[in-house]
């Protein structure tokens, strides 16, 4: 049977970071929280379990993932976010896998609850994540904030495990907005960086690709009031962050 190390990272997870410490303790051997200098109670919470505590200053999602798993002494690696949780269903599936991991890495669906409601639609579930690995085959990658481990190899030796991460996103409207605000930030310097281009027509078209998308080609209205919210703020933050990237081309035309 393998050894597995549950690698998460936190920042003010006060409200998430036990339950998701709770939910791993049947599977993992080791766990390790990098921290981004909370100035909250998740050092204290992590200090009640048996966990490997590291800080470290937040310099990116897919830079701080792959910095937490440098902290892990095992090679196969679970990777989770502080709120999110392994339901029954997927604990006894990683069991399994401990005692034979065939593949290079294991796709696990994820279902979001959002303000109490379990999202089933708007392209929200499964939301398959490659989270279970072994960390000699591949890495994280992506564009901030939104990161994904790739295998070195691709996906043609990758598994897929029954069950469900629980993933507790939004309490409220407002934290969503508040994340859209976040992560419209990042993204749109990301995409700044990475030179790519912010048309005015991407401005207008593309937040309305998206409520389509959302609300009725995945099916978001069959999730009620929550599915509107869900496409109506995800077609907001597609517009914020081609507003944003305009400014900074905007600003960068101003200082040349």
Same mark, same amino acid.
């Given at each position: 049977?393998?050894?597995?190390?549950?690698?998460?990272?936190?920042?003010?997870?006060?409200?998430?970071?036990?339950?998701?410490?709770?939910?791993?303790?049947?599977?993992?051997?080791?766990?390790?929280?990098?921290?981004?200098?909370?100035?909250?109670?998740?050092?204290?919470?992590?200090? *009640?379990?048996?966990?490997?505590?590291?800080?470290?200053?937040?310099?990116?999602?897919?830079?701080?993932?792959?910095?937490?798993?440098?902290?892990?002494?095992?090679?196969?690696?679970?990777? %989770?976010?502080?709120?999110?949780?392994?339901?029954?269903?997927?604990? =006894?599936?990683?069991?399994?896998?401990?005692?034979?991991?065939?593949?290079?890495?294991?796709? %696990?669906?994820?279902?979001?609850?959002?303000?109490?409601?379990?999202?089933?639609?708007?392209?929200?579930?499964?939301?398959?994540?490659?989270?279970?690995?072994?960390?000699?085959?591949?890495?994280?990658?992506?564009?901030?904030?939104?990161?994904?481990?790739?295998?070195?190899?691709?996906?043609?030796?990758?598994?897929?495990? *029954?069950?469900?991460? %629980?993933?507790?996103?939004?309490?409220?409207?407002?934290?969503?907005? *508040?994340?859209?605000?976040?992560?419209?930030?990042?993204?749109? *310097?990301?995409?700044?960086?990475?030179?790519?281009?912010?048309?005015?027509?991407?401005?207008?078209?593309?937040?309305?690709?998206?409520?389509?998308?959302?609300?009725?080609?995945?099916?978001?209205?069959?999730? =009620?009031?929550? =599915?509107?919210?869900?496409?109506?703020?995800?077609?907001?933050?597609?517009?914020?962050?081609?507003?944003?990237?305009?400014?900074?081309?905007?600003?960068?035309?101003?200082?040349?």
């Amino acid at each position: 049977m393998i050894k597995l190390s549950v690698v998460i990272i936190t920042f003010n997870e006060e409200k998430n970071i036990e339950r998701c410490l709770l939910s791993v303790k049947e599977v993992a051997d080791e766990i390790i929280v990098l921290d981004s200098f909370s100035t909250d109670s998740t050092p204290l919470i992590c200090q *009640k379990y048996n966990v490997k505590f590291f800080q470290h200053a937040f310099d990116g999602h897919i830079q701080q993932k792959n910095r937490a798993i440098t902290f892990a002494t095992n090679a196969y690696i679970l990777s %989770l976010d502080a709120d999110e949780e392994l339901d029954e269903t997927l604990i =006894g599936s990683i069991k399994a896998a401990k005692a034979n991991f065939e593949k290079e890495g294991y796709y %696990l669906s994820r279902l979001t609850n959002y303000c109490g409601h379990w999202v089933k639609y708007c392209g929200w579930y499964p939301d398959k994540k490659l989270r279970l690995f072994d960390n000699r085959k591949g890495r994280w990658t992506g564009i901030n904030p939104h990161d994904k481990y790739e295998l070195f190899a691709g996906d043609k030796n990758a598994g897929r495990l *029954k069950g469900d991460i %629980l993933h507790y996103s939004y309490y409220s409207v407002q934290d969503h907005y *508040k994340q859209v605000e976040y992560f419209t930030n990042i993204a749109s *310097k990301a995409y700044f960086k990475n030179g790519k281009g912010a048309p005015l027509f991407k401005l207008v078209v593309n937040p309305i690709a998206k409520f389509i998308d959302h609300y009725f080609l995945h099916l978001g209205l069959l999730d =009620g009031k929550t =599915g509107f919210l869900i496409s109506k703020i995800s077609a907001y933050a597609t517009y914020l962050k081609y507003k944003k990237l305009r400014n900074l081309y905007k600003q960068k035309t101003i200082t040349n």
